[in-house]
């Protein structure tokens, strides 16, 4: 059994948590709501007794600046913390495509893609798991882009993913099933956001489709964000995941 740490409990976090539970790990979820905070590194006590480290934080912004003060402080802060407990292994699960330079002027993924520089050039031991767009974004985006009655659904085409089969992916890197140091991972079919939103039961908002503005905007209608042939296919379909719960 290994001591794995989660930095971050959101849907991404307790996903993760799930997977290594099942496997009869111990896990530790971490994040300001338990007192640990990655931008401020004096709130990161060490941590002896933990094996693993999976960095599972978010912030949501637009601001190229506020997203790569944020992932670049949470990749440092936490490769430093886990130096310091004595922790070799360090996962970040990162967005596939993220660094291409037709997504350069979208601050969130510019923000994720300085964090990967970080995660590759200060930690050789860190893995990275890239995936693509979850398929329970749909429900997350609807959730958080509300404007009055309706919600804002960014028009883009994507190769989605069941989270959970990510979490797994996750897993077989911290269970050294897979021993490499980095995974691009997505599901079967390309689709829009639109078509994995339209489909869900109790909105709560009327969704709008919207193109997202600028050169980042443009690319992720015509398909920026599809990983090439190299990325490995993993989960359900989306509408095998759509029928095995109340979505
Ligand atoms: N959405 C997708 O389809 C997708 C695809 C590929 C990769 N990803 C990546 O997956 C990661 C996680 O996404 P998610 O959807 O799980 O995010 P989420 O649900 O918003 O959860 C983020 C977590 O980060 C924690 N957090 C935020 N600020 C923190 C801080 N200063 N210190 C410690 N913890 C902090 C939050 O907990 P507290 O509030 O308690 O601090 C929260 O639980 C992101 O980096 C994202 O880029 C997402």
Redesign the pocket.
Known sequence: MTKVAI????????SVESALGHRGHEVVV?????G?????PETMTPRPDIDAVV??????TQKFDVARK??QA?TRNINHWAQESGISKHVL????N?EVDAMSSNG?YAG?AA?EKVALEENHGTVLV?????Y??AR?NLNRMKVGPFAIVPQMKVK?VA?DA?AEVVAECIDGERQGKAYDVCGPEVMSLWSMTRVLRNKGALPLSVPAPGPAGKAMRQGALVPGPSAETVGPRFDEWFAEGDR
């Open positions: 930095v971050g409990g959101g849907i991404l976090g307790s971490l994040s300001r709501r338990t640990f905070d990655v931008t401020k960095e599972a934080t978010d912030v949501f944020f992932f949470s699960i990162s967005i596939v993220c969130y994720n964090q890239r995936s693509t767009l979850w329970e974004f997350k989605p989270l990510v």
